[in-house]
């Protein structure tokens, strides 16, 4: 028996009880709507309340990643659709297929979510198939306050889908696209965003342009914009948007020239880049600082220092900008060999020749001795914050043993080093949730095969770190059949449905 003291005195209840199935349906629901659809649908095996749950559920994502086979994904997805209780208002629904996806699997999705999207607010996209017709799907979906697309033509890998100019969608609030192509306009300017008013959150990754010069991205109720990996979007970006509160940028080898109205109001500012390849980068770079005037938090990687520290007799330019910086934020990555660290060594040398000859001769003889230059180039850290001396500076790494963190942190007044994960990521906080990629191992134990005996080696390849949570989370009454093997799915979902 166990105890809990309240106000009024102790009260007893059975230690065995199972208080998660007496909660009310719509808190199960959204508990339900965290786990993956193959284990929502295994919680059928709890108890008869737990029968028909998970074909309540107002969410539906569908992820091909954690399935073993195409073939088993498409029956899985099929019977689901089957299945589903129809009288269920469905609120979100992620469809992730990042190959060719079955056109009629394809078809019959498409269609089942325009029949059900009276209610839909989130939607979520990843296939390569008929475009038209993931578009129509799209178009329908008028209460729609969020939607991530990634389209491919069929059979297509590298090919931009055009992003259509028609697409009207009055209460979104949240974009985020990948691999599309904005065509410009007759005066060689592309604004492909001036119909949603009142988008409040924007990504665009692996984007690019055709007929255009500029990317306009005009909206005033804009307040986050990630831009990740362009580097085709061979255009200028306008940025017309009083709202715009964060930017997060990643770059390759290129950079973007920014201009326009929108970046006063920016408050903080992410950039991230491998190696830009050409010195030019480091004049657009230094502009970006004069333009983005007012931000309060900064963080950049090292590699983007090192390419600001290109720029002539910058250490000794008095900025007029970052009167109000508070955090400046450092991720150390390490220079590879290339066109950036010859760069970095040229302009070296042409400092050490200022000097005397002598420097000259000793730096060269370093260089072939495989010397680096320092991660942090001495002096541009104190550039930043020249203007606001207190703010805090933070440094990062995932590669410690790489650096001579000793050595930072004696050459930077005030500074903290951490030693932990990047905080960047391939898709900024600002997208929307999308579903983990799991190994196939770890949702295999229902999938594999009409048989039991198919299931039990995914179980034992099943991580034990996916196996910890589950188990925790789970009632007592539903631990047992868990440690004797997952519910097979052909089992749960065995009822007869119309798709045959």
């Not at 166990?2 to 009310?24: C, K, Q, V, Y």
């Not at 970095?344 to 000859?357: F, G, T, Y």
Request: aromatic letters at 6%.
């Amino acid at each position: 028996m166990a105890w809990i003291r309240t106000s009024m005195g102790r009260i007893r209840f059975d230690g065995n009880e199972d208080r998660l199935s007496n909660l009310p349906e719509c808190i199960i629901l959204h508990i339900l709507s965290f786990l993956t659809i193959q284990h929502a649908v295994q919680t059928c095996v709890l108890s008869t309340r737990w029968k028909h749950l998970w074909k309540r559920m107002p969410t539906l994502n569908l992820n091909s990643h954690e399935f073993m086979t195409l073939k088993i994904f498409s029956v899985f997805v099929s019977k689901i659709l089957s299945l589903r209780d129809t009288s269920t208002a469905l609120h979100a629904v992620n469809l992730i297929r990042g190959r060719t996806i079955e056109p009629r699997l394809l078809k019959r999705f498409l269609n089942y979510v325009i029949s059900h999207n009276t209610h839909l607010q989130q939607l979520g996209i990843s296939v390569c198939g008929d475009i038209g017709l993931v578009f129509n799907c799209v178009s329908s979906c008028r209460a729609l306050t969020s939607l991530t697309l990634s389209v491919r033509p069929k059979w297509s890998d590298s090919t931009a889908t055009l992003f259509p100019k028609s697409l009207n969608l009055p209460l979104l609030t949240s974009l985020d696209l990948t691999n599309f192509a904005f065509c410009g306009d007759e005066n060689g300017c592309a604004e492909p965003f001036l119909a949603f008013t009142k988008l409040n959150s924007l990504v665009i990754f692996d984007c690019k342009v055709r007929d255009a010069q500029i990317l306009s991205i005009s909206n005033n109720t804009l307040v986050n914009l990630a831009m990740h990996y362009n580097s085709s979007l061979h255009a200028k970006i306008k940025l017309n948007a009083p709202s715009l509160c964060t930017f997060n940028y990643t770059g390759s080898y290129h950079i973007h020239e920014i201009c326009g109205s929108g970046l006063s109001s920016v408050k903080k500012l992410n950039i991230k880049s491998a190696h830009f390849s050409a010195s030019k980068y480091a004049l657009v770079l230094f502009s970006w600082l004069i333009n983005f005037a007012n931000i309060e938090s900064l963080t950049v990687t090292s590699t983007v220092l090192q390419i600001l520290s290109l720029v002539p007799d910058v250490l000794k330019v008095k900025l007029r900008c970052f009167h109000n910086l508070k955090s400046l934020k450092v991720e150390l990555i390490q220079i590879r060999a290339g066109s950036l660290l010859l760069l970095i060594q040229e302009a070296m040398i042409e400092k050490a020749a200022a000097k005397s000859p002598k420097e000259v001769v000793k730096l060269r003889k370093a260089f072939e001795t495989s010397f680096e230059p320092p991660a942090i180039p001495d002096g541009i850290v104190d550039f930043l914050r020249q203007n606001s001396p207190s703010a805090e500076v933070n440094i990062s790494t995932e590669d410690p043993c790489s650096f001579n963190l000793k050595q930072i942190e004696e050459s930077i007044k005030g500074v903290n080093i951490n030693n932990y994960r990047s905080r960047f990521s391939m898709r900024s906080s600002a997208r929307l949730p999308r579903l983990s990629v799991r190994s196939s191992s770890s949702v295999a134990p229902g999938l594999a095969a009409k048989s039991a005996s198919a299931a039990e080696p995914a179980s034992d390849a099943a991580p034990a770190s996916a196996a910890e949570p589950a188990s925790d989370a789970a009632p007592a009454s539903a631990a047992e059949p868990a440690t004797a093997g997952s519910p097979n799915l052909h089992m749960c979902l065995g009822e007869k449905d119309d798709d045959k």
